[in-house]
């Protein structure tokens, strides 16, 4: 782990934390979604209702299943967006913690690029519609979106999510730029994804076609997806506080095209956190036994990383950031 990383925890502990963990209340739901199908998201909040551990998907977590006692008034919400092929519950870690730390947090599986439908994961352009939906549901739909105050509202993305965000918080890509990166870089993740769903080149959209969600006030961007595609001009839309986040030995989107050309690019520099030895899939929840058994790819770190002491540094840091920059 590195200094930088080892500092923004300790620093965390003193931006706020609550001196003991609140219970934890969670939802699984379906959202209408237009014309397209409803949207699965997980919920979780600030909650006083009492906790006992509940197997959901293939984590086991303490909380107050369906709880409906939402501890709090004006409550700052967090919406997140999964890396390809996952799926709400991949960053359930990070969603504890900041629902212990004070926050409502809403994560939703992106219909039709989850680990169990690749169907639409090439059509980039309605990840950030899904999410402003998401944020459009919690805000005026969802059963306590009375305790929200929709003047803090943050968003967290990790990989293809990582993208979701940048577009959601005013970034705009070009997605001519693929077609030469891929000529150049036939065997990157990004390539090898459009060669399974027989997509030879990306017809790129107009730039009207990326939602964006001004709504949004603070974004943790984590090892994100085609981040060669924005440059300057697409990302000179972004005005907002941005904390990014880069693995140093990344092998599924290696540097310099994906985290390091967004924060080249960027209108102003973020809060940068490099980290040592990790990989991509570093950034999802440390692994139990199941998972190990049913997806061994994700959960291999490089010999000498400890996901779990990582992963504790790293939640404490973006609840830290978005305590400092949601504050009322």
């Given amino acids: 782990m590195s200094f930088l990383v080892r500092t923004v925890f300790i620093l965390a502990i003193f931006l706020g934390f609550p001196a003991a963990a609140r219970t934890v209340g969670f939802q699984e739901l379906r959202i209408a ?41 004006t409550l700052p919400l967090v919406v997140m967006s999964h890396g390809n092929g996952g799926w709400y519950g991949e960053h359930y870690d990070t969603a504890l913690t900041l629902a ?35 944020i459009d549901y919690m805000t005026a739909e969802w059963t306590g979106h009375d305790r929200i105050d929709g003047g803090r509202i943050g968003a967290f993305g990790f990989s293809s999510g990582g993208f979701t965000t940048l577009v959601a918080i005013g970034g705009v890509p070009d997605l001519n730029t693929i077609a030469p990166h891929c000529l150049a870089h036939p065997g990157y993740f990004d390539c090898q994804l459009l060669k399974r769903a027989g997509a030879a080149t990306v017809t790129a959209p107009p730039a009207e076609a990326w939602v964006h969600d001004p709504r949004i006030r603070a974004a943790v961007v984590a090892a994100p997806a085609l981040g060669f595609t924005f440059g300057k001009q697409g990302l000179q839309g972004i005005q907002i506080p941005v904390q990014l986040w880069r693995d140093l030995d990344d092998h599924i989107l290696p540097n310099p095209d994906y985290a390091e050309a967004v924060r080249a690019n960027l209108p102003a520099p973020p809060e940068l956190h490099l980290v040592e030895k ?22 291999r770190s490089e010999p000498g990383f400890d996901r779990v002491v990582f992963h504790d540094a790293f939640n404490a840091a973006v609840a830290a950031f978005f305590t400092a920059r949601l504050a009322p």
């Fill in 100 to 134: 212990k730390a004070g926050f409502v947090v809403a994560a939703l599986s992106h219909s039709g690029d989850t680990y169990d439908d690749q169907s639409r994961a090439t059509r980039v352009t309605d990840r950030p519609r899904q999410l402003r939906r998401l």
């Fill in 278 to 299: 990790a990989d991509h899939f570093d950034f999802l929840a440390p692994c139990n036994a199941m998972l190990r058994g049913l997806a061994p790819d994700i959960c």
């Fill in 33 to 73: 979604n237009g014309t397209d199908a409803p949207l699965l998201i997980g919920v979780w909040y600030p909650s006083d209702a009492p906790a006992s551990d509940r197997r959901l998907g293939t984590f086991t977590q303490a909380v107050a299943l369906n709880g409906s006692v939402i501890a709090g008034e």
